[in-house]
Structures are given as C-alpha cells and as structure tokens.
C-alpha cells in the first residue's frame, strides 16, 4: 500500500460524458501527478499540482482538467468524453523537491463506451 | 529524461537465475534522477530503485541492482535470484532538471518460469 488513494477503482460512461476521478496523496506529500496509461501511449505524464498550483502540463487534451484542494487531495476532470480516452488513470505523489521518489495510487480504470 | 528507451519488450528467466533489463536515456541535463518502477498484474505501480545521476555508485535495493553508465547514458536493472513474483511489466523512468514529471519507457514484460 503506497498511501496514495483513488477513487473509484473502475468507472464505465458513455461517449460525451463527464466523470471527475479522485486522488488524495500520502501524508505531508505535497505534490501531485496525474499519469495515464493506455495501449497505444503507455504511460504518459499529464499534470503537476504542488501545494495547490499547477506546476506543469503534459500531454493533457483541453477536454481535460484538474484541481489540487486545500487539504491537498487532487480532482482530474474529463469532459466530453471518447472512446480513446479509455485508459488507466494514475495519481502519484511525492514530498516536493526534483527527483523525491513519486508513490503512485492504484489507478482508477475508465472505459467508455 | 527527455526520452527513454527500453528495447526488450519481453523477457524470461529461470526462478532462481539472473536476468537484467536494458534501458537508455537521452537528456541535456546534468541533475538527474532515474528509477525502475514494476508493474504486477494488479496494475499497481511499484517502486523498485532510483538512482540519483550525480552519485557514481550503483543503487541496489536487496536482490535488485542496477548498472548507470551515465557516458552511455544506460540504466539497466539487474534482478538476481529471480522468484514468481518478480514476474511483471518493468518500466524504466527518469526526470529531468527543473522538470518533476516522470518520463516513462514503453516498458519490458518480464516472465519468471519455475
């Protein structure tokens, strides 16, 4: 167990939808990393939270947002959803400073049909 | 890392033998850090090493080793006394300098055979 919680664990929607996944990172970590891992991508780094500020963007659609709270859990809104956006979805933290090992959550799998 | 590459996309090894898994980077930078994550078929993502690029000495993390050529830019990982359970997706990662993201290989799918 890593400390990092997502949820859900598995989400099915339909084409168009919206859904917001969920990731409250370890204690005292401060940064949080949204990652999505597909077939065809792998795995690919999407955005960065610290203490509540995005920190940096990665190859995230504009369909896509997200969030760091106050009490430091993170939201990562996907809207108008596709087929291609099925994927498994990763939250991962770590302490703050460049190179602190990233914990990563167990993933919230979406599928849209 | 601006890119990595992991050129094995399958491999086995005998239960109780040695096996290591090859992974290059490309990268500009001189502060660095790599890491070797593993990936059971429960999808979760499992730290395994890291190495810190400015250190000359190679991590090692009980029966998990690893090789850092930094000339070479390699990063290979070296599993000894292999068990079932090491069977799983090993995926090769790196950072970059003023970049806290994780840039990712495609991964090697590793299969431990008793």
């Known amino acids: 167990d890593s400390g990092v919680t997502q949820t859900p664990k598995h989400l099915i929607t339909a084409t168009g939808q919206r859904v917001t996944l969920r990731c409250s990172p370890r204690?005292?970590?401060?940064?949080v990393y949204w990652y999505q891992q597909s077939l065809d991508q792998g795995l690919q780094f999407l955005i960065h939270?610290?203490?509540?500020?995005?920190?940096a963007k990665g190859n995230i659609l504009e369909r896509f947002s997200a969030q760091q709270f106050p009490d430091l859990h993170s939201e990562l809104n996907l809207s108008s959803l596709e087929l291609g956006d099925s994927a498994l979805y990763f939250c991962a933290s770590s302490v703050a400073q460049l190179g602190d090992t990233q914990y990563f959550g167990p993933g919230t799998r979406l599928t849209v049909l | 890392a601006q890119t990595v590459t992991q050129s094995q996309p399958e491999m086995s090894v005998q239960e109780a033998e040695t096996v290591t898994l090859s992974c290059t980077y490309d990268t500009s930078e001189n502060n660095y850090y790599l890491f070797w994550y593993k990936q059971p078929p429960s999808r979760q993502m499992i730290l395994v090493i890291r190495q810190e690029a400015y250190k000359q000495q190679n991590a090692t993390e009980n029966r998990f080793s690893v090789n850092f050529q930094k000339a070479a830019k390699s990063f290979s990982l070296k599993i000894s006394d292999s068990q079932l359970g090491d069977t799983a997706m090993y995926f090769c990662a790196g950072t970059g300098a003023g970049s806290y993201q994780l840039t990712f290989g495609k991964g090697t799918k590793l299969s431990v055979i008793p």
């Open positions: 204690s005292g970590d401060l940064s």
């Open positions: 939270y610290y203490n509540g500020e995005e920190r």
